[in-house]
């Protein structure tokens, strides 16, 4: 069974901190792809990224930035400088490999709070 | 291009009535998933349909629960005789390709209220 656990449930920073966001995962296939989504406080669904398992490189997007270790089993999100407007909640996203009718198992979700 | 629009946004109702939550998908989808967001809870898969046909509802309640993707029209998740525990934020998401493995696009969600 897949599982995507996110240990840190709430994390508190100051503007332009950096903040890293935890994700392991676990599954039994070899190909499988990982999602990050952002949940604004005005409550829609965002994508941020999609790895595949065999993509190992570390992808940077402006202050984001994704480490992906299939060694642990992870895929951790680093916002770098973070700002007010990145307060909401993260979640990571795990898809089987199983064609047309896989389906995404997310984690609980992390909730960022970032103060002036 | 207009995303996957769901309405309402939000919906109250009393116990025992029913829920009608509709999404309409992005232009050029055909492969509408349902997620439920339970409070303090990450999504959980409900419901895959295509055009007239329900691919996976394994994630779907028993009882009192149902949804449809009709021919034309936005697909609809029905919920009879609510109760509390429905209460919770209901995601549609849209792909033109089945599968979750090239990322959906979510709608902005409906949250449901029983009082």
């Known amino acids: 069974a897949q599982k995507v656990t996110q240990a840190q449930t709430e994390i508190s920073v100051v503007e332009k901190e950096d903040v890293t966001l935890d994700c392991v995962y676990e599954?039994?296939?070899?190909?499988?792809?990982l999602f990050w989504y952002k949940q604004p406080p005005s409550g829609e669904l965002v994508f941020l990224i999609r790895?595949?398992?065999?993509?190992?490189q570390n992808e940077i997007s402006g202050r984001y930035s994704w480490n992906f270790q299939k060694s642990t089993s992870s895929f951790n999100f680093t916002i770098t400088a973070s700002q007010v407007v990145d307060s909401a909640v993260y979640f990571c996203?795990?898809?089987?490999?199983?064609?047309?009718?896989?389906?995404?198992?997310f984690g609980k979700g992390i909730t960022l709070s970032v103060r002036p | 291009n207009a995303g996957v629009m769901q309405n309402p946004r939000h919906l109250v109702r009393r116990r025992g009535q029913e829920a009608r939550l509709r999404c309409s998908p992005m232009?050029?989808?055909?492969?509408v998933y349902w997620y439920r967001q339970l409070p303090e809870e990450g999504l959980k898969f409900m419901v895959y349909?295509?055009?007239?046909?329900?691919?996976?509802e394994s994630g779907m309640p028993k009882e009192r629960f149902s949804a449809e993707f009709p021919k034309e029209g936005p697909s609809i998740l029905r919920i009879q005789q609510v109760v509390r525990g429905d209460s919770a934020a209901y995601f549609c998401?849209?792909?033109?390709?089945?599968?979750?493995?090239?990322?959906?696009?979510f709608g902005s969600g409906t949250r449901l209220t029983v009082v």
């Open positions: 998401a849209s792909s033109i390709r089945g599968g979750s493995n090239y990322g959906y696009t």
């Open positions: 349909l295509q055009k007239e046909n329900i691919i996976d």
């Open positions: 232009k050029g989808h055909s492969h």
């Open positions: 790895r595949n398992s065999f993509d190992e």
């Open positions: 599954t039994r296939d070899t190909t499988y792809y």
């Open positions: 996203a795990l898809s089987d490999d199983t064609g047309a009718n896989s389906k995404l198992t």
